[in-house]
């Protein structure tokens, strides 16, 4: 089984400021992994996905995310936030086997302020 | 239609009640996923189907609960005698791909708001 932490449960930061969000995961071989946005009243909408290869992976919306696999870390990162970035996002690792093996974090909710 | 529908937007049901949500999938998607997502919490998988089949359901919390998608299509999720633990949002996924693979992406409807009374 696996696991994953996200410990940061709401982050506030100012319109233009760079922006990251930690993931942390427990998982014995390489995983596949996911993050997620959601806005309000609405589903999940993907950002990026690492599944191998290069460790830096662009996904929508200007985000990027580095797997570091010393530190089991999948961080997300925006260098300039846009008010519109204001919503919920969710790390999520899989492994083999498809989406019904996939466990999301508990989210970290992004707040933009002026 | 063009996204995942999921109906009704909200329920509200008396504690010991039934109730059926639905899921329109994104027309020709195999497979199949429901998620509950608690308040504060991620979505947590409940049970995945590909077309008609239901290929896992290890993710339903009891036997109250139950899951059909019959012509391969529409799915239904049916909680039966509510608990007020049950209370939650409820997601429906769609993918094209079989299996449930990571190779297409995971369309996700807007959710029923569960809140038992």
């Known amino acids: 089984a696996q696991s994953v932490t996200q410990p940061d449960i709401h982050i506030t930061v100012s319109e233009g400021a760079s922006l990251e969000l930690r993931c942390n995961y427990s998982?014995?071989?390489?995983?596949?992994l996911f993050w997620y946005v959601q806005s309000p009243g609405q589903g999940l909408q993907l950002l990026l996905k690492?599944?191998?290869?290069?460790?830096l992976v662009q996904g929508i919306k200007g985000f990027e995310a580095e797997f570091k696999r010393s530190q089991s870390s999948f961080n997300l990162r925006k260098p300039s936030v846009h008010w519109s970035d204001a919503a919920e996002y969710f790390c999520?690792?899989?492994?083999?086997?498809?989406?019904?093996?996939?466990?999301f974090g508990t989210g970290t909710k992004l707040q933009v302020i002026p | 239609g063009a996204g995942v529908s999921q109906s009704p937007r909200y329920k509200v049901a008396k504690r010991g009640q039934d109730v059926a949500l639905r899921c329109d999938p994104i027309s020709g998607h195999v497979s199949l996923f429901w998620y509950q997502q608690a308040l504060g919490q991620g979505p947590e998988f409940l049970t995945y189907f590909q077309n008609e089949a239901q290929l896992d359901k290890s993710g339903l919390p009891s036997d109250r609960f139950f899951a059909e998608r019959p012509e391969g299509s529409v799915s239904t999720l049916k909680i039966q005698r509510t608990q007020q633990e049950d209370s939650a949002v409820y997601l429906c996924?769609?993918?094209?791909?079989?299996?449930?693979?990571?190779?297409?992406?995971?369309?996700f409807g807007n959710g029923t708001r569960l809140t038992v009374t």
């Open positions: 999520a690792v899989g492994r083999p086997g498809g989406y019904q093996k996939v466990t």
């Open positions: 690492y599944f191998s290869g290069d460790t």
């Open positions: 998982y014995g071989a390489t995983p596949y």
């Open positions: 996924a769609s993918s094209v791909s079989r299996e449930g693979s990571y190779n297409s992406p995971l369309h």
